[in-house]
């Protein structure tokens, strides 16, 4: 019975549906690769995806950003997260990938 309980309220003792990655889109904006990845969290995803740049010495440099929205659909977080990625872009552009690090949070 607790049992029952525990799945109609969503407390179900195991993490396997918690904080699973989506499957996402990619789209190229301003000579960076921008990945959707939402996470799934329950019934609802969070927004997730990351940015990757191939540098001129053949390297590739990968920007992961994961923001608080939640959304119900996972259309409207993969939607939302290559905006938020072009709108990284946009704004840290000469920053972005500046720095050594192959890959970091943004």
């Not at 049992?3 to 396997?16: N, P, R, V, Y």
């Not at 940015?51 to 950003?65: H, S």
């Amino acid at each position: 019975m607790a049992s029952f309980f525990s799945k109609l309220f969503g407390f179900s003792g195991g993490s396997e549906k918690e904080a699973q990655p989506a499957a996402g889109k990619a789209e190229n904006y301003a000579d960076c690769l921008i990945r959707a990845a939402p996470i799934r969290e329950g019934s609802q995803y969070r927004l997730a995806g990351s940015i990757e740049k191939t540098m001129p010495d053949g390297t590739t440099k990968v920007r992961n950003f994961i923001r608080a929205d939640l959304f119900s659909s996972e259309q409207d977080a993969i939607d939302s997260a290559l905006r938020k990625g072009r709108q990284i872009v946009d704004e840290q552009r000469s920053s972005l990938f500046s720095d050594d690090t192959p890959t970091r949070s943004v």
